[in-house]
């Protein structure tokens, strides 16, 4: 006797549970799901955080930002459409886990050269999918995010707890060295061609380039590639050069790049940018860039409930809104920069914590956001045409 579709079907989805692999996730707190692996096997412990970005999920684990966390994605399914070169932030994923609602297995998509979860075995990073990804990020905005850990190999959660809370917290962590470049290099790729947008259509390169230096704190290739485009030639120093080294290229500007952990550790990128605010050459700040910046300013920052993750956060000021692509845990305080120096330019308008500042004297301004797109909106492109406008008034005024 033939047997039934739904029998049929049933088969399918038991030798499909034959080849899943459990997979446990617990946070500090105690709370504990249970999935399927679809990464590495071993055990990530780090940061849980939730990205509620639809799109860019490869550009998002491959962030440098992320680096220390697992990224819960609240989209409810990941990998429809795999993995490729060009997609890739970093030259490979910097979360320590993924944790998803489902992951596809299947891979639709003329630019895909993988699947998700074989990139993520490749490169060592645990994967856990099956779980309940609304209720998880429930919890992590009522409670605030907290470290957490996922296991193929501990699945018995007080023994993967004990671990969990032996972690060191994210506020007080150092993280720039694990990810800035260990040697100085130039960057020369542009974005492609049919890649580009906007006002960056038709515009006019600086003949010679801009010469600019980008402290690197753990920048997105898109910053570098935006940066060409407009017409700079960007050299990419570590993150512990020293103003004479930066100076040492004759710089139009110095960009402060984006990065992971707490500003206020990275002391070393504080007096650096102390020492080139005396240079009055133009600087701008980009997330962790930006922090840096108002830390050197003499303002303060602190620790965000559940921080900002995602591609629609809305910013601006006096009725011009931006909707941008976010990605940071911590954020300046708007009581402590100096308002004799600074002004606040932006303001995230869902929470009203300071999106961007603009000093008054000096040409300098930095946003918490990202104005590169990969992924998000485009909104706030315009940002890197200021910077070059900037560097071009500046080297007028000083030619004359």
Not at 40 to 60: C, K, L
Not at 338 to 354: F, G, K, Q, Y
């Amino acid at each position: 006797m033939a047997s039934s579709p739904a029998l049929a079907q049933e088969n399918k989805l038991e030798k499909l549970r034959q080849t899943l692999r459990p997979a446990l996730l617990v946070l500090a707190d105690g709370t504990s799901f249970s999935g399927w692996s679809f990464g590495a096997s071993g055990t990530a412990i780090g940061e849980v955080v939730f990205n509620t970005g639809m799109t860019g999920y490869q550009e998002v684990i491959t962030d440098p930002s992320y680096r220390g966390q697992l990224i819960t994605f609240t989209c409810p399914e990941l990998g429809n459409t795999g993995v490729n070169n060009l997609d890739e932030e970093s030259a490979r994923p910097q979360a320590k886990g993924v944790i998803a609602r489902n992951v596809s297995r299947l891979v639709s998509s003329w630019r895909a050269t993988g699947s998700l979860p074989e990139y993520l075995r490749q490169h060592g990073i645990p994967g856990i999918t099956g779980v309940d990804t609304r209720a998880l990020a429930r919890r992590l905005r009522s409670q605030g995010v907290m470290n957490g850990a996922i296991s193929t190999e501990i699945l018995d959660p007080k023994a993967l707890l004990e671990q969990v809370r032996a972690a060191p917290s994210m506020q007080g962590l150092s993280l720039v060295a694990e990810v800035t470049t260990p040697q100085p290099y130039e960057w020369l790729e542009p974005t492609p061609a049919d890649w580009d947008y906007g006002r960056s259509q038709g515009i006019p390169v600086p003949d010679p380039p801009l010469r600019v230096v980008a402290l690197d704190f753990g920048i997105k290739r898109n910053i570098l590639r935006r940066l060409t485009r407009y017409g700079c030639r960007v050299m990419v120093l570590p993150a512990d050069a020293t103003p004479e080294q930066v100076l040492s290229y004759a710089p139009d500007g110095v960009f402060l790049s984006n990065g992971p952990g707490d500003p206020a550790a990275e002391t070393q990128a504080i007096r650096t940018a102390q020492a080139l605010l005396q240079t009055q050459k133009p600087l701008f700040g980009i997330c962790l860039g930006h922090q840096i910046l108002n830390l050197a300013l003499g303002g303060s920052t602190f620790k965000l409930k559940f921080g900002h993750r995602g591609l629609n956060h809305p910013c601006g000021l006096e009725r011009q809104v931006e909707i941008t692509s976010q990605n940071h845990g911590f954020a300046v305080d708007a009581e402590s920069i100096p308002s004799e120096l600074a002004a606040i330019s932006h303001l995230n308008l869902n929470d009203r914590t300071v999106a961007g500042i603009r000093h008054r004297q000096l040409p300098l301004f930095s946003v918490q956001y990202h104005p590169e797109a990969s992924p998000g909106p485009h909104d706030a492109d315009y940002l890197f045409q200021e910077f070059v406008e900037l560097m071009l008034k500046n080297r007028s005024q000083s030619g004359a």
